[in-house]
T-cell receptor
Framework: KNQVEQSPQSLIILEGKNCTLQCNYTVSPFSNLRWYKQDTGRGPVSLTIMTFSENTKSNGRYTATLDADTKQSSLHITASQLSDSASYICVVSDRGSTLGRLYFGRGTQLTVWP | EADIYQTPRYLVIGTGKKITLECSQTMGHDKMYWYQQDPGMELHLIHYSYGVNSTEKGDLSSESTVSRIRTEHFPLTLESARPSHTSQYLC????????????FGSGTQLSVL
């Protein structure tokens, strides 16, 4: 079973609307959680990082939250644009990890329609 | 925009051929990685490197090999490609002090017929 689960698997919204993507994890001990954006035909790009002590962090129209107690994170996108169409991947690292030990979710495929 | 480059972007080859996927980065990162990505699935680590002359196998069993003769270059080689190798291959790098932040190339989409 994957230690990082994302929902929904896919999502279609209209331009200008808001949406929220979810990431639940079981990775322990927890170090940090990153959200990546992957455009079609491109590699993932880091959007934001959440550490254990952080509850919320914003990066423009993207706001990430973290509840370390329930092991849940969300990525909220405000006033969506066509360019937000992409896959959003949640990645969790564990405190005891060796180099390269990251846990990837399968991503949420977001499509923004005009 | 990350300074990490992969070539070719797309490759279609026949079974049994030997191929090398190229990856280069100009950021001076010591750590480099190869991931395999299939549609709708999570990324799987197949190889990584701490630095020059250092290579390790990742979590996913792979018939590929890698080399790290120069800091900026981390090629992946398949000696005999098979249809099961059809996938997207992503190269990434990271710096020592923030190794968990990966910078990815645009990937190579490999199709083996």
């Amino acid at each position: 079973k994957n230690q990082v689960e994302q929902s929904p698997q896919s999502l279609i919204i209209l331009e200008g609307k808001n949406c929220t993507l979810q990431c639940n994890y079981t990775v322990s001990p927890f170090s940090n959680l990153r959200w990546y954006k992957q455009d079609t035909g491109r590699g993932p790009v880091s959007l934001t990082i959440m550490t254990f002590s952080e509850n919320t962090k914003s990066n423009g129209r993207y706001t990430a939250t973290l509840d370390a107690d329930t092991k849940q994170s969300s990525l909220h996108i405000t006033a969506s644009q066509l360019s937000d169409s992409a896959s959003y991947i949640c990645v969790v690292s564990d405190r005891g990890s060796t180099l390269g030990r990251l846990y990837f979710g399968r991503g949420t495929q977001l499509t923004v329609w005009p | 925009e990350a300074d990490i480059y992969q070539t070719p972007r797309y490759l279609v080859i026949g079974t049994g051929k030997k191929i090398t996927l190229e990856c280069s980065q100009t950021m001076g990162h010591d750590k480099m990685y190869w991931y395999q990505q299939d549609p709708g699935m999570e990324l799987h680590l197949i190889h990584y490197s701490y630095g020059v002359n250092s290579t390790e196998k990742g979590d996913l069993s792979s018939e590929s090999t890698v080399s790290r003769i120069r800091t900026e270059h981390f090629p992946l080689t398949l000696e005999s490609a098979r249809p099961s190798h059809t996938s997207q291959y992503l190269c990434a790098s990271s710096e020592e002090r923030d190794w968990e932040k990966l910078f990815f190339g645009s990937g190579t989409q490999l199709s083996v017929l």
